[in-house]
């Protein structure tokens, strides 16, 4: 008798503390005078991560609530959502998102983000992406503040040819699908019109391991110039073996590889880098401006937000609340914030290039469409030249 | 010459695989252990040593602070117990090699004395789940500590180029390869020479009669765990600034690093080496070959050489392992099969309404944490009849469960084929996947099975998951919502009951049917005649065979069972993500399982229930984190992997059975027990 009254007594307790977490989901945002709130899909778990996203979104929306009296006098909040670098945690975290009517807009720092755009879009809910698919700039309902892969493409062919003098290219990939579905048919198309050509075949770098094998094919293909479009993790490695191995022609590394980590290691010394944003990426943050101000008095000085994605984040996060300030502040709808977005252009975004949306069709998610090159001197990278492209002519490379 | 500079180019990787390989030699020699933690062994010493060079500090073990999961529950500040010790500044190279080092041998030193001693007479299962457990445990570590991203490693040789031969290459590849020539020849001649190495040649050729020679045995194995673990530091410190430092990275090159050890039948140091090198080698001239001959298929030659390796060590040597005489050998975990009770029937008809419950009216979290739970134990249900009831090792289960997903999206998305019919054929297809890769399993079992499931998991994830196909695909795959009868049952279907939120409850009720029907399935699989044969497998093949059982026949039906049930639950796995790729099905996640699975109880309906709510996202994983605000995240790995090692120790049958027992226990106590069984098993472990 004893045990069993135990056991039933066990069994509710245990049902009440389920329970209890079950109906412990009563959104913040539903009581008045409490922040509005924006999602982050922050990848920041793995391999390939970028914990310099959440922590420059904090440091963001600090600044917007200090100094810019947050969305017409109401304070916002960041609900940062982590996920590793599969679609499957980009999808959890866009259900999460997506169920959760106190969440506004939501900004995807991920180069996944393809994969929580169907779900996020299919309620109705805006979203601001970083881009490594076409599919983030041409989505409906997707907006992009980041110049993503066909920008990325365009700018790095063009300083190439317009600026290096070179007419043979040589490619370095990540050894993942957008690397080989996306971006060497759109280099390829892209570089025809420059007179460029691509030396050999792209050579892919696995995520891990030993890179000496790619770079030495690399510089066995004897290219003007080499584009090293690969993941953050992969930057020091590839540039310690080119190094090793006396690769010197000019090589270009992309925006994956502009955080401060990379570059205060010094092995990207001579290279250059293709940017978000202006912002300076150095141990000492010479250049003064509203970037430098926020990080400084919000940031705690955090080096990791010297950063392209940081920049990116801080930038995204300024573009939101205005946008918010736009349709309506508290009362904002998602149709209102969506043609809000529609409308936006700004050329005072701290560090940032001039934006507009929408971009030309079929691009209309594209509202940055300037690429920003820098310069590695030993561990720091200094702006070096913007170049502004025609996605225009990207779209009909596309087509062909 | 291209092909030699590659092949040079190669040793770097080559190396380690040789060190590591070195390494699980000595290990196996001395304990007869298959230690699939060697690499993350490496990896942490590497750590180790980076930290040392960066900061002069060594990581403290377990945790980071202990406390701060109770300061997260309760919030109170309590008090922080340092996370890392030492004098706080950059050290030397050599002082700092030293210290790694001398970590790494504690860790060897430790792995032995608490683990894999006390499991000296221990089923191999218990001994791979054991090491599967360091691992899992290793890498949390490393994740907690130092993060998941890669670090800069700290340099140890030189990197300047050389030209010999007319070509021009980095001088530590050079250097890495006489390291590793120096290492096996001295172990070699350590082995040859020494008292200690004739010793435990004698224990590695028969442990009872060395023991009755008076050898030390388990003081020799002490010595040798020490002397493996080092060398696998010190692989992982030269080689790390070569081959890159992440948590993932060293850990996976002991797949490689069995393969060399195969081909050396885990007996010679000598053929190990210049296996790992060989592999290491080979591999950089078939990328090299991928990447420009146009005859070449790029179907992931390089990455899959182990597998090659493992099946070529399979088809020259036979049974690849050889095996010890041992003192002792316990027994596996009991598969308990409990009568059907009107209060069994009772209890399970609760569960299940409990679960529907949850399924129709709980919040997202938790809704979407029930999902995961109930195809959690899918996958463990899998293990169970395979590992539980026949005792075969399979570390692929993912990959299996891989082939379910696609093939559930190419049928029913691509081919338009209803749910239901797509469902079976993806079942279908991952049980005869499942056939195939069981094979082995005719000639092999134990550590021998281990290894070649792992490496056939990796197989099919670079082969086909990682392909273009039917049942692969580069980039990710879409696969339609669920329908049956014209009722969508997608997660983000719309449905008449419940809140309108993500995920659907219709989806949750396709789930839970189908688990409530796969775990009746199993639960009549075990009282079943086909059930008795699968234990009399497990328990004595020759005595099984004897008593006229088809022993092969009961195998390839498990593993077809098994195979059926991993697919089944990839294939809702598919339906829930509404977009999949390969990455979700890798080795990581198969090993996962069985740590999971083993931990609830490998040979229950029960222990797989168990397993499933401990499942990452799983039930028990987001309540408790929704009541600890979410604190334990970063310790998952580690937790799991500790509590993995103890239950492989401690109590083999999970927490199922520890459940089990205890409420035994307490009705002996009380004098409610039945009968004798129902004594004896409030005994078990008393």
């Keep these: 008798m004893g045990l069993r009254i135990l056991v039933r007594i066990g069994s509710v307790l245990i049902a009440i503390w389920i329970a209890t977490a079950c109906g412990s989901g009563e959104s913040a945002a539903d009581m008045p005078g409490d922040p509005i709130r924006i999602g982050l899909i922050s990848q920041e778990e793995e391999l390939i991560a970028f914990p310099e996203i959440s922590i420059a979104a904090e440091t963001a929306v600090s600044y917007v609530n200090a100094e810019l009296s947050g969305v017409e006098g109401t304070p916002i909040a960041v609900d940062v959502c982590t996920v590793g670098d599969t679609p499957e945690s980009v999808i959890a975290c866009a259900q999460e998102f997506a169920n959760d009517d106190g969440v506004r807009i939501v900004l995807m720092g991920t180069v996944n983000a393809a994969a929580g755009n169907d779900t996020l879009v299919g309620v109705g809910k805006p979203v601001l992406t970083l881009v490594s698919d076409m599919r983030d700039i041409t989505t409906p309902g997707v907006w992009a503040f980041d110049p993503g892969s066909p920008v990325l493409a365009a700018g790095l062919l063009e300083f190439s040819a317009n600026e290096l003098g070179a007419t043979t290219f040589g490619l370095l990939g990540a050894d993942d699908p957008s690397t080989a579905e996306v971006l060497v048919p759109l280099l390829d198309a892209l570089a025809e019109p420059l007179g460029l050509t691509r030396a050999g075949d792209p050579i892919t770098v696995p995520l891990e391991g030993d890179p000496a094998g790619p770079v030495k094919l690399a510089a066995d293909n004897a290219a003007d110039v080499l584009l090293a479009v690969v993941d953050a993790s992969q930057c020091v490695p590839i540039a310690d073996a080119a190094d090793s191995l006396g690769l010197s022609i000019p090589k270009i590394a992309a925006d994956t590889c502009m955080t401060s980590e990379v570059i205060s290691s010094g092995s990207l010394d001579g290279w250059y880098g293709i940017s978000v944003c202006e912002a300076p990426i150095a141990p000492d943050r010479r250049t003064d401006g509203t970037f430098s101000h926020i990080v400084r008095t919000y940031g705690d000085g955090d080096p990791r937000l010297d950063s392209s994605f940081g920049c990116w984040a801080v930038a995204n996060v300024i573009v939101a609340a205005e946008v918010l300030a736009e349709a309506g502040g508290a009362g904002a709808t998602n149709d209102s914030i969506a043609q809000a977005l529609d409308a936006y252009s700004s050329d005072s975004l701290p560090a940032y290039p001039p934006v507009s949306c929408p971009g030309p069709a079929p691009f209309l998610g594209a509202c940055l469409r300037t690429a920003t090159i820098v310069r590695v001197e030993g561990n720091e990278a200094v702006p070096e030249a913007l170049v502004p492209v025609d996605l225009t002519r990207l779209g009909l490379a596309t087509e062909d | ?686």
């Design chain 2, 1 to 686: 010459m291209r092909y030699f500079d590659f092949a040079i180019l190669g040793l770097g990787t080559g190396a380690v695989i040789a060190a590591i390989a070195l390494g699980l030699v000595v290990a196996y020699r001395a304990s007869g252990v298959v230690n699939f933690a060697h690499g993350a062994m490496a990896a942490f010493t590497a750590y180790t040593y980076t930290s040392l060079r960066e900061a002069g500090e060594i990581p403290v073990p377990p945790l980071p602070n202990p406390v701060a999961p109770i300061e997260a529950a309760f919030d109170v500040e309590l008090f922080d117990l340092p996370t890392f010790i030492g004098p706080g500044s950059p050290m030397a190279t050599l002082p700092a090699m030293a210290v790694a080092l001398l970590v790494a041998a504690l860790l060897g030193m430790a792995a032995h004395y608490l683990v894999f001693s006390p499991l000296r007479y221990a089923p191999t299962l218990a001994k791979v789940v054991a090491s599967v457990g360091i691992m899992i445990l290793l890498q949390g570590a490393i994740v907690i500590r130092y993060g998941s991203r890669p670090r800069e490693a700290d340099r140890v040789l030189p990197d300047h180029t050389v030209e010999w031969f007319g070509t021009t290459l980095p001088i530590d590849r050079y250097l890495i390869l006489l390291l590793v020539a120096a290492l096996a020849t001295g172990l070699w001649l350590f082995f040859r020479l020494s008292r200690f190495g004739i010793a435990t040649r004698a224990a590695a050729e028969n442990e009872r009669s060395a023991t009755l020679l008076g050898i030390n045995v388990d003081g020799q194995a002490m010595v040798s765990w020490m002397l493996a673990s080092v060398l696998a530091g010190l692989a992982g410190i030269v080689a790390s600034p070569i081959v890159g430092l992440t948590p993932n990275q060293l850990t996976l090159l002991v797949i490689p690093a069995l393969g060399a050890a195969l081909l050396g039948r885990m007996s010679s140091v000598v053929i190990a080496a210049a296996g790992g090198l060989v592999i290491g080698a080979l591999q950089s001239v078939v990328f090299l070959l991928e990447q420009s001959a146009d005859w070449v298929p790029e179907i992931g030659l390089s990455q899959a050489l182990p597998l090659l390796v493992i099946a070529l060590a399979m088809v020259v040597r036979g049974e690849i392992l050889p095996s010890r005489g041992s003192v002792a050998a316990l027994r596996l975990p009991d598969a308990y099969a409990s009568k059907l009770s009107r209060g069994r029937i009772a209890a399970h008809g609760g569960l299940v309404a409990f679960s529907l419950w949850i399924v129709l009216f709980a919040q997202f979290p938790v809704r979407n944490g029930m999902n995961n739970t109930m195809i959690g134990v899918v996958l463990a249900l899998s293990l169970v009849v395979v590992t539980g009831y026949v005792a075969q090792i399979s570390l692929m289960q993912m990959a299996v469960a891989g082939i379910g997903a696609y093939g559930v999206a190419t049928f029913s998305t691509d081919a338009g084929l209803p749910t239901l019919l797509a469902l079976l054929l993806a079942v279908l297809c991952a049980a005869t996947i499942g056939v195939v890769m069981s094979l082995p399993a005719l000639r092999t079992r134990g550590s021998s099975l281990a290894i070649i499931t792992i490496a056939s998991g990796l197989a099919i994830q670079e082969f086909v998951l990682e392909r273009e196909g039917w049942f692969g695909s580069a980039d990710t795959r879409d696969v339609e919502l669920p329908g049956i009868l014209g009722f969508e049952l997608g997660p983000t279907s719309s449905f008449p009951i419940g809140d309108g939120k993500i995920p659907s409850p219709g989806f949750g009720l396709l789930v839970l049917a189908l688990t409530v029907v796969t775990a009746l399935g199993v639960m009549r699989l075990r009282r079943s005649r086909l059930g008795e044969q699968m234990l009399a497998v497990r328990s004595n093949e020759r005595a099984a065979a004897a008593a006229g059982v088809n022993v092969a026949a009961i195998k390839v039906t498990a593993f077809s069972i098994s195979s059926a049930l991993a697919g089944l639950a990839g294939a809702l796995t598919a339906f829930k993500l509404g977009q999949f790729s390969a990455d979700s099905f890798d080795v990581f996640a198969s090993l996962a399982i069985l740590a999971f699975a083993y931990l609830g109880g490998i040979t229950t309906v029960a222990g797989a229930v168990m397993a499933g709510t401990l499942f990452p996202e799983g039930i028990g994983v987001v309540v408790t984190e929704e009541l600890l605000n979410n604190s334990m995240e970063q310790y998952t790995g580690f937790v799991a992997g500790f509590l993995l090692i103890l239950t492989a120790v401690y109590h083999s049958e999970g927490i199922d059975g520890f459940q089990r027992e205890q409420f035994h226990r307490l009705r002996a106590r009380l004098g409610w027990a039945r009968d004798e069984q129902e004594l004896d098993m409030a005994d078990v472990g008393a």
